[in-house]
């Protein structure tokens, strides 16, 4: 089963994505760049998807501060909001290989999610 790391500061956000793939993906939630930063040190995550909109760190910088200590996981960047030029950018620099516009549509999320893991598989 692929595991899927999903980063957001919303509550709400993280219990939807959990409620409507539980049962497709083995689903770790985190609330901030630092709960995630623990999954990844305890868990083998297949696809991470963070929200680019965060108190903290925005999902970009969140990204791009574990490319090194984790290359593996395809990375993938959820937002409404997004700066055109940063999501380019880290597009092209490899830091994401997906931007997802919210609110997502569960089989475009789902068939996204697949075609990543076969990716790296």
């Not at 939807?16 to 689903?27: E, H, I, M, S, Y």
């Not at 995550?45 to 970009?60: K, N, W």
Request: one cysteine or more.
């Amino acid at each position: 089963m692929i595991n899927v790391l999903y980063v957001d500061d919303e509550l709400h956000n993280l219990n939807a994505f959990k409620a409507n793939f539980r049962r497709l993906f083995n689903v770790y939630t985190a609330e901030s760049a630092i709960e995630a930063r623990k999954v990844l040190d305890g868990e083998s995550i297949d696809i991470i998807i963070s929200d680019h909109l965060m108190p903290v760190t925005t999902g970009i910088d969140f990204l791009k501060s574990i490319v090194r200590d984790f290359p593996r996981p395809v990375r993938m960047l959820l937002t409404g909001y997004a700066d055109a030029n940063a999501v380019s950018d880290a597009l092209n620099e490899g830091l994401i290989t997906k931007c997802i516009a919210k609110p997502w549509v569960l089989n475009d999320l789902q068939n996204e999610i697949e075609i990543a893991y076969d990716s790296i598989k």
